[in-house]
């Protein structure tokens, strides 16, 4: 069975009811429920939610419900690995042979279809068979030159050396662009506990302009826009 999981909690305490708030003429859930279906790589495209409201939502939307969320996993404080351990276990303990599992978030409008499609054939096309993939971006800023203050609220400097060099110079970083992850739990077992963040990870490298947070109601007008022009560009 080839699983998409989208975990979304009914709570959020920055943006009440984000995951089903209206995006650009949806529910934000509906655009990933939307992206995994018309990539057609998956067999089941399951909600992991302990909202009945969401869940009702996300049926009409194409996807399935096959259980509500227990409440030990519905808090702020629990982590992406516990839910998505949680979502496999459930079929794992039916019998399911998952051949390869996505973790999308309902948060990630700017998905598309195509993407998925693309990430997956590059990850699955890797000679070393990675047992994950994760979308990652490269950092706007050199992080090197990251500075903090001291006692007095002063700024400590990085090295000289960082700060001398030219941008160019300093190695390229990259960090989690918060949108999807794949895993073989054939591979990878159910029950590692290992971060995606791990010399096993195949990176789906993403330009900037597919990457965007929404944490608060600034990063959701900056989505919102920029979500309406790369329809209008078909990207």
Same mark, same amino acid.
């Given at each position: 069975?080839?699983?998409?999981?989208?975990?979304?909690? =009914?709570?959020?305490?920055?943006?009440?009811?984000?995951?089903?708030?209206?995006?650009? =003429?949806?529910?934000?859930?509906?655009?990933?429920?939307?992206?995994?279906?018309?990539? =057609?790589?998956?067999?089941?495209?399951?909600?992991?939610?302990d909202d009945p409201e969401l869940a009702s939502l996300a049926e009409q939307y194409g996807a399935?419900? %096959?259980?509500?969320?227990?409440?030990?996993?519905?808090?702020?404080?629990?982590?992406?690995?516990?839910?998505?351990?949680?979502?496999?276990?459930?079929?794992?303990?039916?019998?399911?042979?998952?051949?390869?599992?996505?973790?999308?978030?309902?948060?990630?409008?700017?998905?598309?279809?195509?993407?998925?499609?693309?990430?997956?054939?590059?990850?699955?096309?890797?000679?070393?068979? %990675?047992?994950?993939?994760?979308?990652?971006?490269?950092?706007?800023?050199?992080p090197q030159r990251g500075f903090t203050l001291d006692s007095n609220g002063h700024i400590i400097?990085?090295?000289?050396?960082?700060?001398?060099?030219?941008?160019?110079?300093?190695?390229?970083? @990259?960090?989690?662009?918060?949108?999807?992850?794949?895993?073989?739990?054939?591979?990878?077992?159910?029950?590692?506990?290992?971060?995606?963040?791990?010399?096993?990870?195949? %990176?789906?490298?993403? %330009?900037? @302009?597919?990457?965007?947070d929404i944490d608060d109601e600034d990063d959701w007008i900056r989505a919102e826009a920029m979500?309406?022009?790369?329809?209008?560009?078909?990207?």
């Amino acid at each position: 069975m080839r699983l998409a999981v989208i975990p979304a909690r =009914g709570g959020s305490k920055r943006i009440p009811r984000k995951n089903i708030r209206e995006f650009c =003429g949806k529910p934000m859930i509906a655009w990933s429920i939307e992206a995994a279906r018309e990539s =057609g790589c998956f067999d089941r495209i399951i909600v992991s939610t302990d909202d009945p409201e969401l869940a009702s939502l996300a049926e009409q939307y194409g996807a399935e419900i %096959p259980f509500l969320r227990p409440s030990s996993l519905a808090d702020d404080r629990v982590g992406t690995r516990p839910v998505l351990h949680h979502a496999l276990r459930y079929f794992i303990d039916q019998g399911e042979r998952i051949t390869y599992a996505l973790f999308l978030y309902p948060t990630a409008p700017l998905v598309t279809a195509r993407r998925l499609a693309a990430s997956l054939k590059s990850w699955l096309n890797d000679q070393t068979r %990675p047992e994950r993939a994760m979308a990652v971006t490269t950092f706007a800023y050199p992080p090197q030159r990251g500075f903090t203050l001291d006692s007095n609220g002063h700024i400590i400097p990085p090295s000289p050396a960082v700060m001398n060099a030219r941008s160019q110079d300093l190695p390229v970083m @990259y960090h989690d662009a918060g949108q999807f992850y794949f895993i073989r739990p054939d591979l990878a077992g159910v029950v590692h506990d290992q971060p995606f963040i791990h010399p096993d990870t195949f %990176p789906v490298i993403l %330009p900037h @302009y597919l990457v965007q947070d929404i944490d608060d109601e600034d990063d959701w007008i900056r989505a919102e826009a920029m979500f309406q022009y790369l329809l209008r560009k078909e990207v």
